[in-house]
Nanobody, 119 residues
């Protein structure tokens, strides 16, 4: 089973930066896909960026050029957010699709970390 723990959210002024981390723990062989999603108050959860193991990175249009997704090691995933805008205010969640030690697929969400950007 994969557990995810996010950190790094907070309050920042527009134009500032934040670095979100997501650490995976538990019993798994590989993280095959990971993503960052966000949900603003009163809105649906939306995809921010994704990374496939050994594959490409994808960014939503509204963050391309400002946010960067990276893998720090096999278990730590980073979302570097620069040039933040008030509309980036949301709860940010990491998500993984992993291969368990028994070779089954496992999907897991983190608990979320709050990002608030003031104007």
């Amino acid at each position: 089973q994969v557990q995810l723990a996010e950190s790094g959210g907070g309050l920042v002024q527009a134009g500032g930066s934040l670095r979100l981390s997501c650490v995976a723990s538990g019993s798994f062989r590989t993280i095959d896909f990971m993503g960052w999603y966000r949900q603003a108050p009163g809105k649906q959860r939306e995809l921010v960026a994704t990374k496939t193991r050994g594959g490409p990175v994808y960014y939503a249009d509204f963050v391309r050029g400002r946010f960067t997704i990276a893998v720090d090691d096999a278990k730590t995933f980073i979302l570097q957010m620069n040039s933040l805008l008030p509309e980036d205010t949301a709860d940010y969640y990491c998500y993984v699709d992993a291969t368990s030690t028994d070779n089954t697929r496992e999907k897991s969400w983190g608990q979320g970390t709050q990002v608030t950007v003031s104007s």
